[in-house]
């Protein structure tokens, strides 16, 4: 991909809570139709440079633009409309809620005509929400609910999702569900970015992954190329 295919681009971001700096100057470019993946121990600032992307942490310096317009501290609502969706760590739906109810919250920006049409395909295509269309959303096991936040952040048609810890807490088996339902969402147009601490999984599916370090840039590479190397597989993969 060329580099004028950048969609994200961070630079010099440095960002934190309060008298805590979290984020020391990273720099990162996400590239429109790609899967990126930010890995690093706990601690690194993988989640709050998302949180900071979406409008929910300020930067204190750096600039970050989207699809070319600077976004540093702007509204989450505002990033929202401009196409970049975020599926936050932990569960994120209304739990007594049904399924159904979720989907239709999910579009509450959107004033258009094709809402309930937009809803019925993503239950078309996820027939494990479809089954349970009517039950609260609090009822569905962990890989469940993160399937169904992953739908209810779709319904805003994003150009980039981001998407924080999508297998936090899942068995194997839907693991391998959601981190299908991942690449599927990017084949089917939309820019991913995840922090995912099942590093090896997350470069396994990325084509692009950046590993931070105490809030700084460490390692950059193809997914593959991260997977290889020694040093990140010493460090961040488990040997």
Known sequence: ?????????????????????????????????????????????????????????????????????????????????????????GRCNFPAMSVEENLVMGAYLRRDARVREDIEALLTRFPMLASKRRDPAGTLSGGQQQILEMAIAQLLHPRLLMVDEPS????????EVVFDTIVAINREGTTVLMVEQNAKKALSVSHRGFVLELGRNRFEGTGQELLDDPEVRQHYLGG
Do not use: C, H
């Not at 809570?17 to 470019?29: A, D, N, Q, W």
């Not at 699809?67 to 760590?89: F, N």
């Not at 807490?169 to 693991?175: A, C, E, H, K, N």
């Open 1 to 89: 991909m060329a580099a004028d295919d950048a969609l994200l681009e961070l630079s010099g971001i440095v960002a934190g809570y309060e008298e805590v700096e979290v984020l020391r100057g990273v720099t990162l470019t996400v590239r429109a139709g790609e899967i990126a993946s930010i890995i690093g121990a706990n601690g690194a600032g993988k989640s709050t440079l998302l949180r900071t992307v979406f409008g929910m942490v300020t930067p204190r310096r750096g600039t970050i633009r989207f699809a070319g317009e600077e976004i540093g501290g702007r509204p989450s609502t505002e990033v929202l409309r401009r196409g970049l969706g975020y599926v936050p760590q």
């Open 168 to 175: 936090l807490g899942l068995d194997p088996r839907m693991v």
